[in-house]
């Protein structure tokens, strides 16, 4: 079975992502994607009339390739897989992130033309601007990670070494294969730390929450 696993610079902490490379629009939709789906309440009524709202070039490469990734990460939880889109859209070539601009912009294009015939019914919520979201807190910890990810981010340099010519995805399905193949000791130093991580978290957390 194919594998991908994502590919986390080492620059920063293990705890940490490279987010740098994304624009503040790009980082709230990655929050949005990490999210989990929230549950539609009960006897709320979607708007069946007004035109389904505009995407973000992320969101788009998301929806395209949402299926494919989780396909080949079955055991890849819901917040990791908007993670290793993320790192996917970061790091395509100027061509290809292009691309997906202009399909966010006729996108944009095609929801202002359908706004400005839509008329909104009785029922239904009137047009107005979008309500801007909260500039993410940089005082929020980092979340935790997966022993999978943990692992990905130590070896990783040395996979890229080792394999100078290998593409994105060739040093993911190695990373992939030599984490599948750790004997049992191995793999536990790895859960141990993913456990240690999750703890870090949730004393940060902590924290945090008792701080604001």
């Known amino acids: 079975m194919k594998s991908f696993v994502i590919e986390i610079t ?23 994607e990490v999210a989990a789906p ?6 709320s009524k979607k708007n069946s009339t007004k035109p389904k709202r505009n995407m973000s070039a992320f969101f788009l490469y998301s929806q395209g390739f949402r299926a494919q990734v989780k396909e080949e990460n079955p055991e890849v939880s819901f917040g990791d897989i908007a993670r290793i889109l993320s790192k996917q859209f ?6 290809e992130k292009k691309k997906w601009d202009k399909k966010a912009e006729k996108d944009k294009a095609r929801y202002q033309e359908e706004m400005k ?3 909104p019914d009785e029922d239904e919520e009137p047009t107005g601007k979008r309500s801007k979201k909260a500039k993410k807190d940089p005082n929020l910890p980092k ?3 997966s022993a999978y990810f943990l692992y990905s981010v130590e070896i990783r340099p040395t996979v890229k070494e080792e394999n100078p010519e290998a593409g ?12 599948k193949a750790l004997s049992d000791s ?5 859960d141990d730390r993913a ?18």
């Open 195 to 212: 456990i240690a991580d999750k703890a870090r978290y949730e004393r940060a957390m902590e924290s945090y929450k008792n701080s604001h």
């Open 10 to 32: 080492t620059k920063m902490a293990p705890n940490d992502y490279d987010d740098d490379d994304l624009s503040e629009d790009e980082e709230d939709d990655m929050e949005e």
């Open 168 to 179: 994105f995805g060739d040093i993911a399905k190695i990373i992939s294969s030599q984490y």
């Open 117 to 119: 015939t839509w008329v």
């Open 143 to 145: 979340r935790n990670m």
């Open 90 to 95: 970061k790091e395509l070539s100027p061509s």
């Open 38 to 43: 929230k549950k539609k309440r009960a006897g």
């Open 186 to 190: 191995e793999r536990k130093k790895w």
